[in-house]
């Protein structure tokens, strides 16, 4: 079976009942999806399966044969951070960060579907994400912030200087 | 052409078919064959090994997804996602909102919902009281047979038969009224929905008052403490039977009166 993830094709063994989640992590390497819960109840596996987001948890590997498969790892890069990274990391809206790359993933799709900064909106749109850090309110200002396409300055964050990966230091 | 097999493991032998027929003969009796819609029920229950079915039947690529209508009469094809009942009148649109949350609601299916089973800490099936309340009826396979009949004499066999889809008559009125939920990956606890047929008849359903959804036809008269008559509230995870049974007849009484408004 042949998987497109992030724009390369993979042949994988994982067929049958296999969720999508153990494919990505475990055959091929992929950790931007977390095993959090693995029965769909806290978000963190969610990736894009044709630009929609899908728990792949709960997903038989076998419908995704044949999908464009976006991990977290495929809508930026630490040198070229995508709108809604960029946001996260300037309302520092990761703590831990293991539901980081699930919400992103929603926030994304939410974005690229229309959403709107309205909180209502978006809590609705990442209702299913569970943060145990609690960061609810900075992660609904960052989608909020890049659904307004707002600009960032990553030298700094909302709330002061901060030194992120993404500046090399600066700060 | 018979259904693409893939080997799992030694213990699951996975059916994948092309169409409704080839779904309806790879099901054959049913014995030991899991039912996959959208996996949202049977993956993580394979994933934690509380279920090793010998047979796993996907049916994501059998065409028998899509909302068709006839006059009057709509039908739900199995696989259809949850996600397209939001939107439509009460009683339906507003339960399917109240299903977990869009990602899932995208993935679950219609049959998957409809035949889910008891499950482990509450009751699932959110969408079997929505229907009920239509008077939708069924169409499923067993044996290379089709039959169709009404939702509440195919509830209590779901677990033997391969659900095709599932219609139902558009009514003059609905209503839904459900407990909130905490968080999205909760079950409802209780909730109940109504609905007036074009003829004037009223029935009322609960999710959550027993094993699967049940009708209320004590109530459908108006008082709503009778419909304690039809179903006898349980413990869970969720709430406790004395939470059930004080609640259950404010939901009817809801529901009745959102009918009457609507009168």
Partial sequence: ?171 | MAAASVALDAATEVLVPGSEDEAIAAFDDGAGVAVVGGGTIVVPDVTYLRHRPMKALLLGRAGLSGITKDGSRTTVGATTPVAELVGMPAPLGPCAANVADLEIRAQGTVGGNLCAGEGYEAPRGDLQGAFLALGATVRSAANGEVTEEPLDEFLPKRGGRLLLSVSFEEPAAGAFAGLDRPHTHDYTALAVSGARAADGTLRLAATGAGSHGQRLPSAEGGDAEAALNDVTPHDDALASAWYRTKVLPVLVRRVLDELKESA
Wanted: charged fraction near 15%; glycine fraction near 16%; charge should be negative.
């Fill in chain 1, 1 to 171: 079976m042949n998987l497109t993830v992030n724009g390369v094709e993979h042949h994988v063994d994982g067929g049958g009942l296999t969720p999508l989640l153990d494919v990505l992590r475990d055959e091929l390497g992929i950790t931007g999806p977390k095993a959090g819960c693995h029965q769909g109840g806290c978000g963190s596996c969610t990736v894009l399966v044709d630009g929609e987001p899908r728990r792949s948890c709960l997903m038989p590997a076998a419908y995704a044969e044949g999908t464009e498969i976006t991990t977290v790892e495929g809508i930026g890069s630490p040198d070229d951070l995508s709108p809604v990274q960029q946001a996260f990391v300037h309302h520092y809206a990761a703590q831990c960060g293991f539901c980081t790359s699930g919400m992103m993933l929603a926030a994304h799709a939410y974005i690229a579907g229309g959403g709107t900064d309205d909180h209502e909106a978006i809590q609705e749109a990442l209702g299913g994400h569970v943060c145990r850090c609690t960061g609810y309110s900075k992660i609904i200002d960052a989608v909020a912030a890049a659904a307004r396409g707002d600009d960032f300055d990553l030298t700094t964050t909302a709330v002061g200087k901060y030194t992120t990966m993404a500046t090399g230091g600066a700060a």
